[in-house]
């Protein structure tokens, strides 16, 4: 039986993941996720995207990244980011990245970034939630049904992570029952992180993907676990308003508007414990009902 790792472990398994290899100016190479197998998690392609565009800016700050998802990452193989220097002005710079494996593209994103500046202000009020610790972790709530998960997913759902999620409202994984299509959940980083402002943002970043495709779900009584369920991240984007730290705990409040044509349409707010909303995100996946149940 292996050791759990500890919350300095995880988090230095995030950082390490997240800090992508410079192999040739504007070329970088990404690490692969200790023990991951099949799919590579969207959230992690798009992180590691950002690093790579941010790595070749100065002076400025990124503010919003937008990415479509081509072709699902592979565990087996490390990923491959070139980035193209679109434009360099002087308040705002554009950078186009493509995330590649065996040679073929499995992610665009496009980066913008801008010298900081003042200007006029304001934001949406916060939702009015429980506080992180008067809740519990989803890893806990999960948990508590480990006996009625489905044996091949067990493993990956009570895995440790370095980034703990406390919904204020939890999902029943394993009898789910039609609900509105909001969801809000605190998530935090399970131990401090480097004082390096970029690397927070790519964690956001990396977070972000972690609750905006079920939410458009939530209306139907369906998850990922249902094996007639087809999901995909068909697109993610991510603007950053305020500066943060992703080792405090931030408020993700996600709602969906619309899905059809099997597609649902996703959107999030992200606030610090004060107040203030410091991200928002969009995000557009695939959630197929399929006839017959997924082969194995």
């Given amino acids: 039986m292996t050791d759990k790792p500890t919350a300095e472990q995880l988090v230095e398994q995030l950082v390490t993941l997240l800090d992508v290899e410079e192999i040739d100016r504007d070329l970088y190479r990404g690490s692969r996720q200790p023990g991951g197998v099949g799919r590579v998690f969207g959230g992690q392609v798009i992180a590691q995207a950002l690093q790579s565009a941010q790595r070749s800016v100065e002076g400025k700050i990124a503010h919003s990244l937008h990415a479509y998802f081509m072709r699902p990452g592979d565990e087996d193989y490390p990923i491959i980011f070139r980035v193209v220097r679109d434009f360099d002005g002087g ?5 186009r990245i493509i995330a590649l494996q065996q040679g073929q593209p ?6 913008s ?6 200007g006029l202000r304001h934001q949406d009020a916060m939702p009015d939630v429980p506080a992180p610790e ?8 999960r948990s508590e049904h480990a006996a009625e998960l489905p044996e091949k997913f067990r493993p990956f ?18 009898h789910p029952e039609p609900r509105p ?3 809000n959940s605190w998530f935090r980083l399970v131990g401090r992180a480097p ?18 495709l079920g939410t458009s779900m939530l209306p139907h009584g369906v998850n990922w676990l249902n094996t007639r369920m087809q999901t995909a991240s068909l697109d993610h984007a991510v603007w950053l308003h305020e500066d943060f730290r992703a080792d405090e705990w931030l408020l993700y409040h996600c709602d969906s508007p619309w899905a059809g044509h099997g597609r649902g349409f996703n959107r ?3 606030f610090t414990r004060d107040g203030r909303l410091v991200a928002s995100t969009s995000q557009e996946g695939l959630i197929r009902l399929r006839d017959k149940p997924a082969k194995d």
């Fill in 157 to 174: 759902l009570l895995r440790e992570r370095p980034i703990e999620i406390r919904p204020c409202d939890p999902r029943d994984w394993t």
């Fill in 268 to 270: 999030g707010k992200i």
């Fill in 91 to 95: 308040s705002f710079a554009n950078r």
């Fill in 106 to 111: 499995i992610l665009n994103m496009i980066a």
């Fill in 113 to 118: 970034f801008q010298r900081p500046e003042e």
């Fill in 134 to 141: 008067t809740l519990r972790s989803e890893k806990e709530v």
């Fill in 195 to 212: 004082d390096d402002p970029a690397l927070h943002r790519a964690i956001l970043a990396y977070a972000s993907d972690m609750a905006l």
């Fill in 181 to 183: 299509a909001v969801q």
